[in-house]
């Protein structure tokens, strides 16, 4: 089978990433966890008043892939000239600053194409408690590469494929991850009116504790609405679910929804919110970003 030749080597990988740390970390657990504070080598997380470290909605908006695949020698590309989010959780508060992230797609042909993106610049910051205490993280982001491959493709009725993405670290400094990551999606589009489309999606991967330097693997699921009102205007709804493989910390739910268009020639411009619940608190936040493209 054709789902084969991605999917084998691509779960390998996954599995890899996650045993090894692990088996190297055993069962021990890192130093207590600071809130606020980045812990080991994982992301920087808002930490509730229990020492339960949640994810703000925000980070998983816009998390559903689409099944589209570049055709043969097509070349495409975007730059994320800048973004950023807000988002809060009672009186915990967490913002972050992307600057310059750059991607770019190639099609291979044979179904399968390839994106490199680039993170130039990232800036996360966290404040806790009624004094508002602060961290802060910066500097330059990870670099994920995504393989692709076509499974399914029609005008009418349901488009899929598979991808397998891995994602290398930034700076020690930064807000992103710290350790190499392994990720293996599968999405699929269902055609339900005239350009209005269900897409859904499943994907594994391996991500850092967040108590210490081992890796988890995590399970992932979504739903997403999209409708295009015009050439260059359209709107999504989405609903995500996150598991972890990881005692103590919670699953996260988030809806969220956008609105994107050209103000202006190959000039884009995304603006949405979104809403979660992790550990029992809930996440307000607010997304945007400007863009170029072809």
């Known amino acids: 089978m054709r789902i084969a030749s991605i999917a084998a080597p691509a779960l390998a990988l996954t599995l890899l990433l996650g045993a090894a740390p692990a088996l190297a970390a055993g069962n ?28 703000t909605s ?56 390839l994106s490199a993106r680039l993170e130039t610049w990232n800036r996360g910051r966290v404040e806790q408690g009624a004094l508002r205490q602060s961290v802060e993280e910066s500097g330059y982001g990870p670099t994920s590469f995504t393989l692709r491959e076509r499974l399914i493709h029609s005008e009418d009725g349901p488009s899929a494929c598979i991808g397998a993405r891995l994602e290398l670290p930034g700076a020690a400094s930064g807000p992103g991850t710290h350790v190499v990551q392994g990720a293996l999606f599968l999405p699929v589009t269902f ?83 979104s809403g979660g619940t992790s550990g029992g608190a809930r996440d307000i936040g607010w997304f945007g970003s400007l863009n170029v493209h072809p």
Request: net charge negative.
């Open 28 to 55: 021990s657990r890192g130093r207590p966890v600071t809130p606020g504070q980045s812990q080991g080598k994982a992301p920087l997380f808002p930490v509730l008043p229990d020492g339960t470290p949640v994810e």
């Open 58 to 113: 925000t980070a998983r908006a816009q998390f559903t892939e689409g099944t589209d695949v570049a055709g043969a020698d097509t070349l495409d590309w975007s730059i994320d000239i800048i973004g950023g989010s807000m988002d809060r959780f009672g009186i915990l508060r967490s913002s972050s600053l992307d600057v310059m992230h750059g991607e770019i797609t190639r099609g291979l042909g044979a179904g399968f194409d």
């Open 191 to 273: 055609s339900i009116a005239d350009d209005t489309n269900l897409t859904t999606m499943i994907q594994g991967a391996v991500v850092p504790d967040v108590f210490d330097t081992s890796r988890d693997l995590e399970g992932a699921a979504s739903l997403e609405l999209s409708h295009d009102f015009a050439e260059h205007v359209s709107a999504r709804c989405e609903a995500v679910s996150v598991w972890y493989g990881e005692i103590g910390r919670p699953w996260l739910g988030v809806v969220d929804a956008s609105v994107s268009f050209d103000p202006a020639a190959h000039v884009g411009l995304t603006l949405g919110a």
